[in-house]
């Protein structure tokens, strides 16, 4: 059994001071980060702390929370922290190398998954797949198709390959810059989530995006036309495009689309109401 030394910490206590020493360093969610934190070093689920409020912590527990709270004070995101985070039905490595990866992109691997209703074995094509999140989904629920995704990170294609060991799904991943063109296909769908943020903009972002996450995933002037444009000569008769944009950017990314003959153009909002998924099909 493993010795308690005395050093008065119980779960209750350490959640209390980590809640408020976040508060302090200004995380938007410095309870949850506390308990979320704390459940991993305790191989508990957040429940299970509750039920366990009185319970000491060993001096070797409590180090490794203080560790932990203070990398997320230094705002770190959480999910780096934490090093796993899940995304529609999986849980990926989360590291610097790559984006984390986001709820609002659980909404084009929907809109993706719909249009690939009723294609047999169809090829898909993440363009800029980072930590491999929406290739490994795509390929998760909808297992026949053959999914491959590039990245010209090779961080970011590194982290993405022990992903698909991690989950045991067989995507292809290959090193690419979507500025020279897209491999050629014939592809039946082309995914991306594209740098969209403008560059202008990064200073103003929260610091874990703006410290922690890889910029060349943030922004890329551009990159959503090119994809686009890429798009049209890699494309089966009847292939779609799925994007991701950002907030204010999907009328204007609908309307290339329309300019580029893609037919059937739908815009979805994300969960918070954002515009944020364009999507077409080629004639
Ligand atoms: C917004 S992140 C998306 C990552 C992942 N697909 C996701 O949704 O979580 C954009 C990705 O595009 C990659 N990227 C940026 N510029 C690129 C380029 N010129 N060619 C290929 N990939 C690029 C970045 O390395 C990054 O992984």
Redesign the pocket.
Known sequence: MTSIEPNGRTIGSVLRRSTDYLVARGSETPRLDAERLLSKVLGLERIELYMALDRPLTSSELEVARELVVRRGAREPLQYVLGVWGFRRLTLNVDPR?????PE?ETLVERALLLLTGRDAPRVL??????G??ALAVKDEHPDARVSG????PD?LALASENAALTGLAVDLFR????DGLPIGPWDLVVS????VDASDVPNLEPEVRDWE?H???T?DG?IAAVARGAVGVLADDGGIVL?VGAGQAEAAADLLEELGFQDVRVTPDLRGVDRVVEGVRP
């Open positions: 790559a984006l984390i990866p986001r992109t993440d363009v800029g797949t980072g930590s999140a929406i590039f990245d010209f990170s970011a690419g810059d979507l500025f989530n594209p740098p969209y890889p060349e995933a943030l890329a990159a991701e």
